[in-house]
């Protein structure tokens, strides 16, 4: 497979598990009874800690592309995670 693509398609994957993260970290961490949205948490303040958190799930899948052996998924997750620093520094 092209390595741009490999790249692309580990981003997509990073972006995906970040996506599940955030989810989980809304889910477990805040009433849910309340419907928690992205607008609800940017408005509470706590958007940047929420991305953060559901980040950190981005880790197992690094490693895990690694140990599968393929690189260039894992460097796409490493630059989603990136993409994904740069918008909670700037949130």
């Known amino acids: 497979m092209n390595r741009y693509k490999e790249l692309f398609f580990g981003c997509l994957a990073g972006l995906a598990t970040a996506a599940v993260g955030i989810a989980l970290v809304l889910f477990f961490m805040t009433d849910f009874h309340q419907h928690y949205n992205l ?7 706590i958007l940047g800690k929420t991305i953060t958190l559901g980040t950190l799930l ?31 520094l700037f949130v």
């Open 58 to 88: 981005n880790l197992a899948t690094f490693f895990w592309f690694l140990n599968k052996k393929k690189d260039f998924w894992a460097y796409g997750v490493l630059i989603a995670t990136c993409l994904l620093t740069l918008l909670t």
């Open 39 to 45: 607008k609800i948490t940017k408005a509470e303040g």
